[in-house]
C-alpha cells in the first residue's frame, strides 16, 4: 500500500469524477519517491505502485523546496461572504448590544415561566 486512503461507503458512479479522481491518483503517482529500504536491491514497478527511486531521484527530490499537492480542490462555488464597502456598513447597529438585550429578554421569559409554572402547582395543592 502506499498511504492513498479509500472510503468503501462511498459510491461514486459519476464518470466526471471518476475521471477527475483517476487524473489525481496518477499525478500523485509521478510526484511520489518511494526511498528503497536496501540502498543495493531496488524493487521494480509492481502491481501498479511505482519502482523504487535511485539515489540521484532521492537527491534532487530532497533539494527541492516546493511539494506536489493533489488534494487542493477548485473552487467552483461562489465565496461565503461578498465584499462590501466600509461606507455601505450600518454603523447604528450594535451586534454585542442586541446580543445582550436577546439573551436578557430570554432570560426573563425563562423565569416568568418558572414562576407561572410554580403557582400552578400552589393552586391544584
Request: charged share 50%.
Amino acid at each position: 500500500s502506499i498511504g492513498i486512503r479509500v472510503d468503501k461507503r462511498r459510491k461514486n458512479r459519476c464518470e466526471e469524477s471518476l475521471k477527475k479522481n483517476i487524473d489525481r491518483l496518477e499525478q500523485y503517482k509521478k510526484c511520489l519517491v518511494i526511498i528503497p529500504k536496501k540502498k543495493n536491491k531496488l524493487k521494480k514497478n509492481v502491481g501498479g505502485i511505482p519502482p523504487d527511486a535511485d539515489q540521484e531521484t532521492i537527491k534532487e527530490a530532497r533539494k527541492k523546496k516546493t511539494y506536489c499537492s493533489i488534494f487542493k480542490k477548485e473552487r467552483t462555488s461562489k465565496p461565503l461572504f461578498e465584499k462590501m464597502e466600509v461606507a455601505k456598513i450600518d454603523n447604528k447597529f450594535l451586534a454585542y448590544k442586541k446580543l445582550m438585550k436577546a439573551k436578557k429578554i430570554e432570560r426573563k421569559k425563562n423565569k416568568r415561566q418558572q414562576s407561572k409554572d410554580i403557582k400552578r402547582k400552589s393552586q391544584k395543592d
